[in-house]
């Protein structure tokens, strides 16, 4: 797998990065891409710079040597006079999926879909060698499929969606919604381990209000559970919808490509967060290691 994070957008990337490293039992990283934003003020150029800050901030305090496994994304969204942006993360992406492997590579993208998206525009014949993990939009009941990683690059949203690359979708509210926490529970289980799990714990804390019933969900998590056990995110297969210009989706034409694409509907919480908490106690106690596969 490859993992594509918006790392500095908010505080649940971080958690996920963390999660993917630990968990060499169950999946081969291959490398992290940093992916842009835009928030508060900055450009996608700044979000894609801090994002990649990010990402070595969490390999220090995981002593994880990054090697040539980081990659930086996009520097700009997709417009329709630009369906691809020139990268070193899609470029990436394009080579490790068409080397010869036993099985598809997995993508883990859990902000806006622009480094995937140029990838799959620069190199349609990707799509049959990779199969999509996106946490993003919202499910297709809703009136409106409008969230922060799908607005943030619409135009890239609708080119995966329309790739025929296997595609799972984990939306946001009903499915990683699930996913909440609190900052006594991160003390409780994180805080002790290392300087890892006091930096998790204090980018929680600071991010909100902190009050007596104050929880917030960590939805990145929701895309490294699925991968590690299929069994705590649960799915069905569906009809791939269409994304309109006004994000909202759309049954497609009878005569639209059929490719497979299958949506969450429910995350369980518990063993997700009970595998992420166990990983990092063993690791802060030595009887793991963390880092990239070889």
């Known amino acids: 797998m490859v993992l594509d994070t918006d ?79 020139k990268n070193a993360a899609s470029d990436d992406l394009i080579q490790r999926a068409m080397e010869p492997r036993d099985g598809p590579l997995f993508v883990a993208a859990i902000g806006a879909l622009t480094n995937v998206a140029s990838a799959l525009n620069d190199a349609p014949q990707i799509a049959r060698r990779i199969v999509i993990v996106w946490l993003g939009g919202q499910p297709q009941h809703r009136d409106d499929a409008r969230e922060f990683n799908l607005y943030q690059d619409p135009i890239a949203a609708r080119a995966v969606f329309d790739s025929g690359a ?22 409780a289980y994180i805080r002790p381990q290392g300087p890892i799990g ?23 998590l929701s895309a490294i559970g699925y991968l590690i056990a299929e069994a705590w995110v649960q799915t069905r297969s569906t009809v791939r919808p269409m994304l309109t210009n006004d994000m909202t989706w759309a049954v497609p034409p009878d005569d639209a490509p059929h490719a497979p694409f299958t949506e969450a509907h429910y995350v369980r919480r518990d063993p997700i967060f009970n595998d992420l908490f166990t990983k990092l106690a063993e690791f802060h106690a030595g009887t793991r290691s963390a880092g990239f596969a070889t």
Request: charged share 25%.
């Open 166 to 187: 296997p595609l799972i979708h984990i939306p946001c509210y009903g499915a990683a919604s699930h996913l909440l926490t609190s900052t006594a529970e991160l003390d």
């Open 7 to 85: 790392t500095a957008n908010e505080i649940d990337d971080q958690f996920a990065v963390v999660h993917a490293l630990l968990s060499q039992d169950r999946l081969q990283l291959e490398a992290i891409y940093a992916t842009l934003f835009m928030r508060q003020g900055n450009s996608p150029a700044e979000g894609v710079t801090e994002s990649e800050a990010e990402i070595y901030r969490l390999l220090e305090r995981l002593n994880v040597d990054p090697g040539n496994r980081v990659m930086r994304g996009a520097d700009r969204f997709l417009s329709d006079d630009h369906p691809s942006v």
């Open 198 to 220: 006091e930096y998790l714990c204090d980018i929680f804390r600071d991010h909100n209000e902190q009050y007596p019933g104050r929880s917030k969900e960590i939805w990145d």
